[in-house]
């Protein structure tokens, strides 16, 4: 039942008009009516598939679809998914319907010969398919579906709590991961992407700086998280209309948890290390340079690209993802994306720009914060080691992002001792394992970060805190 209808619902009951609801249940079964013609449109496209025939597989797409997907990128798109589904598919298990994006939308699911797939089939108002894609089948993510790693010794880890901005705007709680058999441990903080992350940076039922931190403190090191303020405080920034920045996003709450570890007793502050992603991984520089007590840096996939450059990729590359959808709204997309851009790129960009003319409607205060910002030379200046770690099913970043890492770091020896590159083949942007290309419905899937991962990391700060 539509949203529409609950209200009419809602207003009866309160008017106690009992008699006027024939109306309403009119409305009610011709909406019952409509999802199970669409339901059975969507069934009698997919069975049309298995069959092999194409014509009648198409017979309810809407005129945009007939016209740019032809019989045969229908047939090879078929053929293409059944490789991947072991070459057949069989009966319908499960189905969903849902309301979203301007299209009504059913999913049923089929187990195939491998694994179990989800077809995503959208209607117009006119009950016309006019989107259509296929994902492999992950189950949605429910409460506690997290679990801890299994490298993690969760007997001797321990977390404990400290305020940042105590009575200031954006007061936060920060938390110290620590082993519970070490006196003083070396620490690192955590450096979020850009955007409002929790501090586990939880994707779903997936806790990423969770698994790292507690994965790290088994190894004997301590580490520091925070909810970001753009988390905890998201309306009170909006209603003072603050200009965000990175430094504003980030920066300030780690200067200020560096301050605070400097005088406790149950960290090594001769050995504080910074563990940024994306973003977060690019401003650590930034942050070194003004610290200057940042003994090491460990980059979690970050962006050799301009920010901008790598978002267009990216966009690109989910929009390309088994699908049939109408290539003309993928178009508007795409060269509303390009616009946004170059408008970023423009000399003419200034804090007074619209938010709306520009990627993800992020304000221009966070473009133009990074938009003059070299990493790479910073960072060489500050002769601080950092480690580059990348998943090279990572569609973030990607090999372009880690090669020019390299490109600008390696210039001799004495660089090429300081900076260490890993790439995991398996591993995505959030350094858990898969085998197939990475979608964002993977982030569905409970997992944990690769015990390799926090393996080379724990190494790494070992042996500068060792001096090797």
């Known amino acids: 039942m539509k949203f529409s209808s609950l209200l009419i619902m809602l207003s009866i009951i309160c008017g106690i008009i009992l008699a006027s609801s024939s109306p309403l249940q009119s409305q009610e079964d011709s909406d019952s009516l409509r999802w199970t013609q669409r339901t059975e449109y969507a069934l009698s496209c997919v069975e049309a598939l298995k069959s092999k025939n194409y014509v009648q597989a198409s017979k309810r797409f809407d005129s945009e679809m007939r016209k740019e997907i032809s019989l045969t990128m229908l047939e090879n798109f078929w053929k293409q998914f059944l490789a991947k589904a072991g070459g057949e598919i069989y009966e319908v298990d499960n189905i969903i319907r849902d309301e979203h994006n301007t299209y009504y939308w059913v999913y049923p699911s089929y187990k195939g010969k491998k694994d179990r797939w989800q077809f995503r089939i959208g209607f ?21 579906s997290w679990k801890l790693p299994n490298y993690v010794a969760a007997d001797s880890v321990t977390e404990r709590q400290f305020v940042i901005n105590k009575g200031k705007d954006y007061e936060t709680t920060a938390y110290l991961t620590i082993p519970t058999w070490k006196t003083k441990a070396p620490c690192l903080i955590f450096v979020h992407d850009a955007g409002p992350w929790d501090k586990d940076a939880s994707r779903y039922s997936n806790k990423p700086f969770f698994d790292l931190a507690w994965g790290l403190a088994t190894h004997g090191i301590a580490s520091v998280r925070i909810d ?120 003419t960009l200034t804090l007074l720009s619209r938010t709306e003319d520009l990627p993800l409607e992020t304000p221009a205060s966070y473009w133009l914060d990074l938009k003059n910002y070299d990493c790479f030379s910073i960072l060489k200046k500050t002769n601080v080691p950092a480690l580059i770690l990348r998943g090279e099913r990572d569609y973030r970043t990607s090999q372009i992002d880690f090669d020019l890492w390299k490109k600008q770091l390696y210039h001799s020896m004495s660089h090429q001792e300081r900076y260490t590159f890993i790439s995991y083949p398996l591993l995505n942007n959030i350094f858990m394992i898969g085998e197939e290309k990475s979608t964002p419905l993977e982030y569905h899937e409970p997992k944990n970060v690769s015990k390799q991962v926090v393996d080379d990391i724990s190494k790494w700060v070992w042996n500068i805190v060792k001096g090797k």
């Open 124 to 144: 117009d108002d006119d009950d016309s398919i006019a989107a259509f894609h296929i994902d492999r089948y992950i189950p949605p993510p429910q409460k506690n």
């Open 228 to 347: 970001k303020r753009t988390y905890v405080h998201y309306k009170k920034i909006a209603e003072k209309k603050e200009a965000i920045s990175a430094k504003f996003d980030t920066e300030e709450d780690i200067y200020e948890i560096i301050h605070q570890l400097l005088t406790r007793k149950d960290i090594d502050s001769e050995h504080l290390f910074l563990i940024g992603q994306g973003v977060g991984a690019n401003i650590c520089p930034r942050i070194i340079q003004n610290s200057n007590v940042i003994k090491g840096a460990v980059l979690l996939a970050p962006y050799g690209r301009p920010l901008e450059d790598a978002l267009m990729e990216e966009i690109e590359y989910v929009m390309k993802l088994d699908t049939l959808s109408k290539y003309e709204n993928k178009k508007k997309a795409i060269e509303k994306l390009k616009q946004q851009v170059k408008n970023v790129k423009s000399p």
